[in-house]
């Protein structure tokens, strides 16, 4: 199925010259001269080598037919990370170099979605929020009350992220597993 350059996502598998790729980062970029263009970052399936390739925006790109469907996480070891079709209660593990920054979200029974192809696990997709506590932070600077200022903290699921002041250790916020930005306090 051909889509335009300008429409691909990370996550997306394409066909470059007969070599199926997932999409690592893609991003579109228009100058104000001349012609807009999606330049994007790639794994190759068969042997894991990341490669880059750059497409006018309305250049058509080859999207590879895979299957992509949700799945449940289930537990990792050094074999992989393990999912199971909540439908079939099939089972496939996924290499970490396909998990990727995604570990450190995974949490035993998280439904996510998995793209495989011929089988095999190519590419995962968090849900977009996911709720975390801040276990480290620095302590509010008296009078720092612009709405603007930020502040780095730690997770404890292992991931930094800047929050406003009044967050403290212990607060659950909701963050954004695309960027790993804050996107507010937790209602629980």
């Known amino acids: ?51 880059s390739a750059r497409w006018k925006t309305t250049e058509q790109v080859e999207k590879a037919d895979v299957d992509e469907r949700e799945w449940d996480f289930l537990y990792d070891d050094p074999e992989g990370y393990h999912f ?20 450190a979200f995974l949490e035993p029974g998280m439904r996510v979605f998995l793209q495989t192809f011929e089988g095999a696990a190519i590419s995962v997709e968090l849900p977009q929020k996911t709720t975390v506590e801040i276990t480290e932070t620095e302590p509010v600077v008296k009078g720092q009350t612009a709405s603007s200022s930020y ?32 996107v507010e306090r937790a209602k629980d």
């Open 151 to 182: 502040k780095p903290a730690m997770t404890n699921v292992g991931v930094r992220v800047m929050v406003p002041p009044h967050i403290g250790v212990g607060t659950r916020v909701v963050i954004n597993t695309a960027d790993n930005s804050y």
């Open 1 to 51: 199925m051909k889509v335009i350059a300008s429409s691909l996502r990370k996550g997306n598998v394409v066909d470059i010259d007969g070599r199926l790729c997932v999409v690592l980062k893609a991003e579109n970029f228009h100058p104000g001269k001349g012609t807009p263009t999606t330049s994007a970052d790639l794994r190759r399936i068969d042997d894991g080598v990341k490669v």
């Open 84 to 103: 199971m079709n909540p439908e079939t209660y099939d089972q496939v593990a996924a290499p970490a170099d396909v998990i990727g920054d995604a570990a």
